[in-house]
């Protein structure tokens, strides 16, 4: 039989979120407040605006420094099978 599942290398990683648990719990306020209005269509009639305003509350909350975060973990993560 041909193995037709591959195992993802990165299965074994796990994030350790302590070197920006600010940022995340900024990004989780702006999540509750904005995200999910979104999410549920209750944001504004203007969508493009609303949208806009998430994405840029979620830079000023550090959603950038969150990703360059996890990139850094992954780097140093040796992958299943290396």
């Known amino acids: 039989l041909e193995q037709t599942a591959i195992a993802n290398p990165y299965s074994g990683f796990s994030f350790d979120p302590t070197n920006v648990a600010n940022e995340l ?14 999410l549920l ?3 504004t009639e203007d969508v493009e605006t609303a949208v806009e305003n998430y ?16 990139k850094s973990q992954l780097a140093s993560f040796t992958p299943i099978g290396q």
């Open 25 to 38: 719990a900024a990004i989780s306020d702006v999540n509750n407040e904005l995200g999910r209005q979104i």
């Open 41 to 43: 269509g209750k944001s």
């Open 55 to 70: 994405r840029n509350s979620l830079k000023t909350a550090g959603i950038d420094t969150v990703i360059e975060e996890v």
